[in-house]
């Protein structure tokens, strides 16, 4: 009886290590589960290098009726068919056990999202082929390595140091810098681009906090083709996201506007829903030259930065996706086999 009470504890030990070595995946890192603006490039690209295996999970950020994760078949994958999924998940953040082995095919079944690049493919691996490939072995070459042989000194070193050679110090100071020539291009969101971001307004706002925008300077919208626009608004449009009489729209990507007059200018993205998702932005623009800060128009009033654009700070760092548990359950695998050591003997 000892001798199963033992093969009993030792097999929840093992189960207790496996279940540690499980890896939490999150798409697309940063940029969550959205229209890439790179196309279905980004989310090749984010798994390629990864191996994905058995009991490892998928999370799917993003912004609930805006988007959703559908399990498919690879035609329906390929063809972006969203009529008949094998499950479909509605509410983000959406996580995904993958439980069997070989390609596994996800879409957003909203619209034309998966034609515009939102579709993510990955290959499921057993764990016992999911082993690291092993460390290269140091060369067999037929003769050991030579020691450099120690110069041998020829002479007696000076005791006496000798005098540094002595320079007239600098009467003239350096010039100080001056202000920064020409317009600025901002990239609006930086590495996101011109999308529906998965924590809302949030990100555009943040972006644009402690950058100054003079008049001159140009934005740069970066977005999918017939995915987005860009329309500039009034206040009283922007506020309740109604795109029915914009000042300008733009549809070619990338777009640039030339920001020409002070005061405070309003953007968002003229396609329904886009605008309520948070894809609408707000800046402030002072006269040129000027040498303070300008501030979004916001209820809060941001820090402030020097003039040229700064590196998006809006998003948070992407989740680790290490997944492997505790070392917790190492310390009970160990007690386990304590035990069960003390009580066989």
């Known amino acids: 009886m000892a001798r199963s009470f033992f093969l009993v504890l030792f097999a929840v030990a093992t189960l207790l290590h496996g279940s540690a070595a499980q890896t939490r995946h999150v798409v697309g890192d940063s940029t969550g589960w959205t229209i890439p603006s790179g196309g279905a490039a980004t989310y090749t690209a984010w798994a390629s290098g990864k191996t994905f295996v058995v009991g490892d999970t998928l999370v799917f950020n993003f912004t609930n009726g805006q988007h959703d994760v559908a399990k498919v078949t690879k035609s329906a994958y390929d063809a972006c068919n969203g009529a008949s999924t094998i499950f479909t998940l509605l509410s983000g953040p959406a996580t995904v056990t993958l439980n069997e082995t070989g390609e596994q095919y996800y879409i957003c079944t909203f619209g034309s999202h998966c034609s515009l690049g939102q579709k993510l493919t990955v290959n499921v691996v057993n764990r016992a082929s999911a082993t690291p490939s092993p460390a290269p072995q140091p060369s067999r070459s037929g003769s050991p390595p030579t020691a450099s042989p120690v110069p041998t000194p020829t002479q007696a070193p000076s005791t006496v140091p000798e005098a540094a050679p002595a320079s007239a110090p600098s009467t003239v100071p350096a010039p100080a810098p001056g202000p920064s020539a020409g317009p600025v291009t901002f990239t609006v969101g930086d590495n996101l681009g011109w999308t529906v971001p998965t924590n ?46 914009p000042l300008a729209t733009y549809t070619t990507p990338p777009a640039r506007v030339t920001l020409n007059k002070t005061g405070a200018h309003y953007f968002i993205c003229g396609v329904p829903g886009h605008c309520l998702g948070g894809q609408k932005l707000a800046i402030n623009v002072t006269g040129s030259g000027s040498g303070s800060s300008a501030t979004p128009p916001s209820p809060s009033s941001p820090s402030t930065n020097p003039s040229t654009p700064s590196p998006s700070g809006s998003l948070a760092p992407p989740p680790q996706n290490s997944g492997a548990a505790s070392l917790g359950l190492v310390g009970v695998s160990a007690t386990l086999l304590s035990l069960a050591a003390a009580f066989f003997y």
Do not use: I, P
């Open 200 to 245: 809302g307004a949030e990100a555009y706002t943040s972006w644009a906090s402690g950058k100054t925008f003079r008049v001159g300077d140009v934005l740069e919208f970066n977005y999918q083709s017939n995915a987005h626009n860009v329309e500039e608004l009034t206040k009283e449009d922007y506020d309740s996201c109604n795109s029915t009489s």
